[in-house]
């Protein structure tokens, strides 16, 4: 495995008009699958973006694949290698799923039309869209048009894969059947996984990074994460008023994340989300997840 | 009933063509009486061909036919990915063909006006009809693929050249036809064209830069501006001077030389998003 950093970046800072989407961030990544996590305006989407080259940061040093994207032929370069799904996505209309992939095929240098019609239909079997790549993608279920959208990242087995919240939308099956795919390119390639689905990071990310207001809050292992709440969540028969998080359960008990071994409660294994609600200190956090 | 049976070596051969005529035909007459030895055969068929032609039959299922704006491009031997790539521009049509039919409107509107209000709207919408639709053609605003476009090696001069190419193709004849509809504007019927193409190559070669819609509208409210100037102050064909229409030339050569330089170059990253 290769083993020299393929994103490295130096104190990126990126304002908006004002607001800070990213303040002083340093990450180096190397081959494997990283989470990304935060809540919602943290700086995920930026932060991809800005990996993706598609957006300059104010300052700091971004280098990709060993280079530095301020020269023309760096850049080329660079995006040769790069594979990106926006986390919004539109598609043009009339276009079968086929078609737009292929489009994108084009954009990525892909000239030759045979050798290009293989790649097309390589990244539509490897999403399992294959039976489906003649229908118009608007007509499409919402997790077949994301997954559009992931195939066309894949595009040329890139080495540098960001994906911005690739598995919205798309059932429990396909979603284990997408985790397959980037776990066999995650083996090669270094994979951005931005995401608010704690159970994609907990199952596929060697390293999770979590932002919080545009700055890094945590960066390590998934298990250090998940090691953080131990001995902070406990199963008891009523909600604790003093716990960051507190919902009952489909066994009728109530899960305490971040209280104090309330009275008649017992400790339990906690998960990435308990550790990621504790590490935010629950702001905002509880509502969602709690359903 | 056989109770003889053909080995592997030989049923492969003859897949292969290589069992010779006597074994060949010998094993093919068996073949008629033994069913064991057909299913063992078929065993032996290279599963490659077979995938190679089912591979083909879908290639020819799944790809899309080529429009016959693509057919017509290959045959004036455009590459094929380019022609791909105009073509794509019609489906993202319906905003700019909103914008035409919108201009279109007030150049009908200035043919019916007449005299020099007539003169007054069909100047100040006639060039930035093509204007607009270069930037329409492509940018952040209209284009559903931007994003993932930004990050291909793909120049964004060359994509929004080609789908400016589609664009101009079909509403620069129209424009220019409908202005023989206007009366009373003379010269000015022909003389629009410089401003408006020079205005559309400065809006393609900024585009490297900045948002065309951007680039369009400070344009657009530099035109009026001299439009009406130019009609408060003296006339408002003073705006299609000699003078103004080399000044317009000299632009639009320039941004061409830029649009040239930058052709080859990928997009730089934007702060726009």
């Not at chain 1, 240098?109 to 294959?130: F, I, K, P």
Request: with cysteine; aromatic share 6%.
């Amino acid at each position: 495995m290769n083993t020299t950093a393929s994103v490295e970046l130096t104190g990126i800072t990126k304002r908006y008009r004002g607001t800070t989407a990213l303040e002083g961030v340093d990450l180096s990544l190397r081959p494997g699958i990283t989470g990304l996590l935060g809540p919602n305006g943290a700086g995920k989407t930026t932060l991809l973006r800005i990996l993706a080259t598609v957006l300059a940061p104010d300052a700091g040093v971004v280098r990709l694949l060993g280079r530095v994207p301020t020269s023309a032929e760096a850049l080329a370069e660079i995006r040769r290698r790069l594979g990106y799904l926006p986390q919004e996505m539109g598609f043009p209309r009339g276009f079968t799923g086929f078609a737009f992939v292929e489009y994108v095929a084009v954009l990525k240098e892909w000239t030759a039309r045979d050798s290009r019609h293989e790649e097309v239909r390589r990244v539509l079997d490897l999403v399992d869209l294959g039976d489906v790549a003649t229908r118009r993608v608007r007509a499409l279920s919402g997790g077949q048009r994301r997954r559009v959208g992931l195939a066309q990242a894949l595009l040329g087995a890139p080495d540098l894969l960001l994906l911005d919240e690739p598995t919205t939308g798309v059932d429990p099956e396909q979603r284990v059947s997408l985790r397959q795919v980037l776990s066999t390119a995650g083996e090669r390639s270094t994979i951005v996984l931005s995401t608010h689905q704690t159970e994609d990071v907990a199952a596929l990310c060697d390293r999770v990074v979590v932002l919080d207001r545009g700055r890094i809050l945590f960066d390590g292992s998934v298990r250090d994460l998940v090691g953080t709440a131990r001995g902070r969540v406990w199963l008891a028969d009523a909600p604790d008023p003093q716990a960051r998080a507190s919902w009952r359960t489909g066994t009728g008990r109530h899960r305490n994340v971040g209280a104090l071994a309330p009275r008649g409660s017992e400790p339990t294994e906690p998960t990435l989300e308990d550790a990621y609600l504790l590490l935010l200190g629950g702001r905002g956090q509880t509502t969602g997840v709690a359903a | 009933m056989t109770t003889w049976h053909a080995d592997d070596a030989l049923l492969a051969d003859y897949v292969a063509g290589d069992a010779g005529p006597v074994n060949g035909a010998s094993l093919e007459q068996h073949l008629l009486q033994c069913s064991e030895c057909r299913a063992r055969i078929a065993t032996h068929q290279p599963t490659a061909p077979l995938e190679l032609v089912w591979s083909r039959i879908r290639q020819q299922a799944e790809a899309p036919a080529p429009t016959p704006l693509q057919r017509v491009l290959l045959r004036l031997r455009m590459p094929e990915s380019d022609a791909l790539l105009v073509a794509s521009a019609p489906s993202l049509r319906s905003s700019w063909l909103f914008g035409l039919l919108a201009c279109m409107g007030f150049v009908v509107l200035a043919a019916k006006l007449g005299g020099n209000e007539g003169l007054a709207f069909f100047l100040l919408v006639a060039p930035l009809v093509p204007v607009a639709g270069v930037a329409l053609a492509y940018g952040p605003d209209v284009d559903p693929v931007y994003e993932v476009a930004l990050g291909t090696p793909y120049p964004a001069a060359r994509l929004v050249l080609l789908r400016t190419a589609a664009v101009l193709t079909t509403s620069l004849p129209l424009v220019a036809g409908t202005s023989l509809l206007v009366p009373g504007l003379g010269r000015v019927a022909f003389t629009w064209l410089l401003p408006a193409l020079a205005f559309s190559v400065l809006v393609l070669a900024a585009s490297t830069w900045f948002r065309p819609v951007q680039v369009a509208a400070v344009l657009g409210a530099g035109w009026a501006g001299a439009v009406v100037t130019a009609g408060i102050v003296r006339d408002l064909t003073a705006v299609l001077d000699p003078a103004l229409l080399v000044g317009y030339a000299v632009v639009g050569i320039a941004a061409a030389l830029v649009l040239r330089l930058r052709l080859h170059s990928p997009t730089p990253p934007r702060s726009l998003l």
